[in-house]
Structures are given as C-alpha cells and as structure tokens.
C-alpha cells in the first residue's frame, strides 16, 4: 500500500492513522493464531482486515475512492473479494457499502458475475492432440453431481459441469466431449464410482485406469482409529479399577477389586497389543506400496504382489472380526491395486538403458525423498531434505556433466506415474467454500468462473509455487495476472462487431513453448459466480486449496 501525506489531516490523526496501520499488519501476519484463539473464521476475519486496509487506503491516499473513478479497478475489486477472498454476494455488498462505494446491491453484484463469465467456456481447447493423465471426481451441490476432472501433472480443470445425474452415459459424454477439445487419456485415476468408471471405460476402453490408493485402503485405517479408541477406553477402565482397588478397606472388597484390577488390565493389554500389531502392519504396508525401495530400486508388480498377500494374511491373523470383512474388497483388487507399478517396470527398464545403473538407483531415490518433502512435516522434511541432498551429491559424481540432463530425465519419467486421485480432492477443497457460500444453489456460470481462477492463479507455496495450473499445461508464462486476463477477455467480447454471430464459448488462446513437448493451446474457462439474491450470508472456514 502506498501511502501519500495528507495536507488536510492534523498530526494527531496522522499518528493515529500509522497506529492502526501498524496494528493492522500484526494482526494480519497472526491471522491463523488469533482465528483459532478466539473461534472465529479465518474467512471472515480476512474480510475485516481487508476492509481495514481499504479504510486506510481512502483515509490517508490522495486518491480517495479511487475504485469510484475507475470502474476497472472496481471491478478488480469485486473479482478479488469474489474469488480470491471467497466473499459470499451479502458479505461483498456489506463491504461496499462500509466503504461508501457504489454501485453495492446484491442483484447488481449478481448480475456483474453473471455477464463476467457468461460467454466463456467450461472445457479447455487444445490446438492439437494432447496427452494427459485425468483425475475425476464427483462432488454435490444440493445433491446435483458435479462432474470434474483435472490434468495430474499441471492440475489444470480440464472439464467441469453441473450434471443431471452421474451415470455411465453422462460421464461418457463427460470424457468424449475432453476429446473434441483435443484431449486423449493416458489413463485416469478414481475412486471406485461405478458411472465413473464405466463411463470412463466406455469412452476410452483401451486406456490405463489406476484405483486411487486412498479409498482402496481408507476402511483399513477406519479399522485401526476404532482399535485406538478401544485401547484408550480400555486404558480408562484399568485407572479407574486401579483407582477403586487403592479405596477397598476390607479384605472381602480387597480381593473383589482385585479380580477388577486383573481383568480391566488383561483387557487393557490385549486392545493396546492388537492396535499396535495392527498399526506396524499398516506402516510395513505403506512402504510397499512406495514406488522404490529403500535402495532406490524401482519395484515390480511380482514383488508388491506377495508382499501385499504376505501382509494381507499377517492382518487377517489378527484377532478382529472388522478386518476380516474389511480385507475381503482389498483381496479382490489386489491387480487393480499394482498397475502403477507395471508403468514403473517399464519406466526402469527404458531408465537403464540410458542411465548408469549405479547413478539410476541414485536418482530414484533422490526423487523419492524428494517427493515426501511435500507431504511430511516440519521433522520428516528436513530428514527427507537431507537424505534428498545426500543422493543428488552421489549421482553427481557417478555422472558428472551429465547429472543435469539426466537428473530432469529421471524425474519427469517418475513424475509420470500415478498412484493416486488426491490433486482432485485439492481442487473439490477449493469448490466447497463457493458451494457454502451460495447454500448449494451453484449455476454451471459459478463453475466455469471458479475454474478460470483456479487455472489461472498462481500457486502460492508446494512444488508448483509461482505457476498457474495453465502455465503448467501450455507451458507459456502467463502475460497478467488472472483477473486481469478475465477483464481482457470481458472487454474483447463488448468489442465484438456483432455478438448475435459468435459462438457462445469463444476460446482464450494461449501461445505455445513447445519445447520439445506436444504443443499446446488452453480455453480459458470463465462462467459468473451466480448467488441468489435472498440468499442469507453463511459463516464458514476457509479451506487451503494449495497443491502439495
């Protein structure tokens, strides 16, 4: 914020003024902290100290109501609050009318996003044929399915539609129409919905289709949260027979509170052995499922095979009536459960043709590490950071010159393989706040809107840091910041000569750095974020949709 100094204000209001500045920031750079401390949402906090920043701005800017002169910074405004702030239609209005700006009603607001977005599209268009990995997903707004599915390696919204139902047909129109926009599957990533999956290999029967790892085993890790609960029960119950033993007076009471104590700790000991065998094996099982093994060889579907059944048998042991049940399903997709792993088989063998065997291994597990930086926490990162650093220093020896070219080789072939639907879960976490705010009550236009600034703004934190999701696609810097290209793209529609004659969803074209790569060309999605006008304003917590 640039401040200027204001003739007509007297030096104790200026104090003042850089007080409550100053304040400002601090309460700003402890947003979280004081949400948290005083139960109130991280959302509508923001909303205050963004309405705080705006009342400084007027106050101590020579440019006051500088949004009122420029209607384009107006509308920036209004972009912002709507989409990057998550302002529900009520809250904005309320806003605009503390700062005096208009125009502030609801209806205008509404009708402001409706015609922003109302000729853009809501699938991407692709120049040329395009290869991508899908990830797909179903979401609900008042119980009408949205129908989603994003590119794995950018994150790029591909599709997104308001569906009148789920079933295999819809989503089959869901992926041919990806096709017409120039979009060819590699293979998609899902849970197991069955319109989701029989769309999907109706439309693209010889394409590969991996079961998300996360609902495969999600009823397994139930089993062991309900294990620990028991265990702390059981743990309860043994202080308070121990309690009750530590009272008894008469020899009679002594040895009844005894035999109490006894049982209450056998319990006690059986439920906390079983959750921790329990625990151990699904750790063992989480490291077979990794995609290299701690010596940074790539592992094959032979070997994760009869680890699993080793493992599946060693839990089926166990002495709980839940994991049998739970462990039927896993037994019959255990094939479904190892495809990524026949990609990794091939993937090696194609490395090692290239790579020096011993610089390979290296790389792996360099990229390994690397991988888990972005998922684990403050401790595994900087131990994942270390050993990530550790083998990166190997293979530079081993390959000199060479490590470089070789390294992004590696890398981005691995990079290939997916396991997993979870970048689709980021990008629902990211729909859910606008669905709240309009109580469900989304418009296709809402969609279409959401998805031109997820695909345009850029990530602020994780590996994708500093790129768009559309960067990421095409492979082109973008020129301006998202809601910049959206009042672009509205003011090129009003210099249409004759709007009766173009299509309803004209295209954004983005230039192409092919780089090598299959050249690309994006759509850029952008329907109005439609609210009822009586909608009542609804609390909530903002949710972080940044990628990991």
């Known amino acids: 914020m640039k401040f200027t100094r204001r003739p007509d204000l007297d030096p104790h209001t200026r104090i003042e003024i850089v007080r409550l500045a100053w304040l400002y920031q601090g309460i700003y750079g402890k947003m979280t902290q004081i949400a948290q401390a ?5 959302t509508f906090l923001y909303q205050l100290l963004l309405a705080a920043n705006l009342q400084l701005e007027v106050l101590f800017s020579e440019e006051k109501r500088l949004f009122q002169k420029d209607h384009r910074h107006f509308d920036q405004l209004l972009l912002l609050l709507r989409l990057e702030g998550k302002c529900s239609l009520l809250s904005l209005s309320s806003i605009l009318k503390a700062l005096d700006y208009h125009p502030n009603a609801v209806g205008y607001l509404s009708q402001f996003f409706h ?29 009408v399915p949205i129908l989603l599915t994003i590119d794995a390696q950018s994150t790029a919204i591909l599709n997104i539609e308001l569906a009148s139902d789920r079933s295999a047909d819809t989503w089959r129109a869901h992926f041919e129409a990806l096709e017409e926009h120039q979009f060819f599957s590699l293979g998609m990533a899902s849970d197991r919905g069955l319109g989701l999956v029989a769309g999907y290999q ?29 265990a702390y029960a059981a743990i309860a119950k043994e202080d308070d027979a121990a309690r009750k033993f530590a009272g008894a ?18 319990a006690c000991e059986q439920a906390m052995a079983l959750y921790d065998q329990l625990a151990l094996l699904l750790h063992l099982l989480r490291e077979a499922l990794q995609l290299c093994s701690p010596h940074g060889r790539l592992r094959t579907q032979e070997n994760v095979r009869s ?19 739970t462990l039927k399903p896993l037994h019959q997709h255990l094939e479904d459960i ?57 293979a530079e020896g081993l390959l000199g010159d060479e490590f470089d070219t070789l390294k992004a080789l590696v890398f981005n072939k691995l990079d290939a393989i997916v396991r997993a639907s979870s970048l689709v879960e980021m990008v629902n976490s990211l729909i859910r706040p606008y669905l709240s705010s309009c109580k469900g009550q989304i418009t296709q236009e809402a969609l279409n809107l959401i998805m031109f600034y997820h695909n345009h703004r850029r990530y ?12 990421l696609l095409t492979g082109e810097p973008l020129p301006a910041e998202w809601w910049e290209l ?45 609210e009822p006008t009586g909608a009542a304003e609804n609390n909530r917590q903002q949710t972080d949709a940044e990628a990991a």
């Open 338 to 394: 190892i495809v990524p792993f026949a990609q990794a088989e091939a993937i090696a063998a194609e490395l090692r043709a290239v790579v020096p065997h011993d610089a390979l291994d290296f790389l792996v597990l360099a990229w390994h590490h690397d991988h888990l930086v972005y998922q684990a926490g403050s401790k595994q990162k900087r131990y994942h950071q270390s050993e990530r650093e550790f083998s990166w220093a190997c």
């Open 307 to 325: 680890e699993l059944l080793l493992l599946f048998d060693m839990i089926a042991a166990l002495d709980c009536a839940a994991i049998t049940h």
């Open 202 to 230: 109706a439309a693209c029967d010889l394409a590969l289709w991996v079961a998300d790892y996360f609902h495969e085993f999600r009823d397994l890790f139930k089993v062991l949260h309900q294990l620990e609960r028991k």
């Open 249 to 266: 007076k008469s020899a009679a009471n002594l040895a009844k509170r005894l035999h109490q104590y006894d049982t209450a700790h056998q």
């Open 460 to 471: 602020k934190s994780g590996k994708r840091q500093g790129k768009a999701p559309i960067e």
């Open 486 to 530: 959206l009042l672009q793209q509205g003011t090129k529609e009003e210099a249409a000569p004759d709007s009766s004659t173009l299509p309803s969803r004209p295209a954004l074209q983005l230039m192409v750095n092919n780089d090598g790569r299959t050249g690309r060309q994006a759509m850029a999605p952008c329907r109005a974020l439609v």
């Open 38 to 42: 005083y139960q109130i949402s991280r």
């Open 115 to 143: 015609s922003a977005g109302q000729t853009l599209p809501s699938t991407l268009l692709m120049p040329s044929k395009t290869w991508v990995f899908y990830l797909s997903d179903e979401i609900f707004a008042l119980h």
